[in-house]
T-cell receptor, first 115, second 112 residues
């Protein structure tokens, strides 16, 4: 089944404790992206990757890191989480970043709470 | 001003009703347009693309007015299963790649 998976789905952590949210897709998509969703703000892009070893900042990259060592995986790293990073996070992928007609497929989401 | 603006709702309608959602976008360079559906605490899923000539998919009709920078979604004969949040999404070519800009969503609740 074609899908985007994320782990963990739910996480409660404390300020400053490093964490990684994994994202994996099995559709051989070039383009992957991380978003956060907060009430009243819609989805905002954190980082994106156009292909292996090619990543760039989105609109809200502060406090986050990413890597793209393999095509299928795009982990999101919070080196020192803070309470303002409490949010619902979605990973997404699409076939290519060059054609706007390609649908973005989203993972099931990770609900993160930082206390 | 937000790049994509939607009425947050909620729109509470009875089954069988017709309901319309509107969306405006600020960047005239926007290239393509979509409606995504998001169920409570779930991931967004593509509902339909929006074409300049308007397009229909079953009970759903999408319209685009580039001059007014306005997009609409019409749902006819509402079903209970249509209850969800509808996200207006605009694609912008930025820095050589296609970037999706999401509205905050309009919530629809269909009741018996």
């Amino acid at each position: 089944e074609a899908q985007v998976t994320q782990n963990p789905r739910y996480l409660i952590t404390v300020t400053g404790k490093k964490l990684t949210v994994t994202c994996s897709q099995n559709m051989n998509h070039e383009y992957m992206s991380w978003y956060r969703q907060d009430p009243g703000l819609g989805l905002r892009q954190i980082y994106y990757s156009m292909n292996v070893e090619v990543t760039d900042k989105g609109d809200v990259p502060e406090g986050y890191k990413v890597s793209r060592k393999e095509k299928r995986n795009f982990p999101l790293i919070l080196e020192s989480p803070s309470p303002n990073q409490t949010s619902l996070y979605f990973c997404a992928s699409s076939l290519t970043f060059l054609d706007s007609s390609y649908e973005q497929y989203f993972g099931p989401g990770t609900r993160l709470t930082v206390t | 001003r937000k790049e994509v603006e939607q009425d947050p709702g909620p729109f509470n309608v009875p089954e069988g009703a017709t309901v319309a959602f509107n969306c405006t976008y600020s960047n005239s360079a926007s290239q393509s347009f979509f409606w995504y559906r998001q169920d409570c605490r779930k991931e967004p899923k593509l509902l339909m693309s929006v074409y300049s000539s308007g397009n229909e998919d079953g009970r759903f009709t999408a319209q685009l007015n580039r001059a007014s920078q306005y997009i609409s979604l019409l749902i006819r004969d509402s079903k209970l299963s249509d209850s969800a949040t509808y996200l207006c999404v605009v694609n912008l070519l930025s820095g050589g790649y296609n970037k999706l800009i999401f509205g905050a969503g309009t919530r629809l609740a269909v009741h018996p």
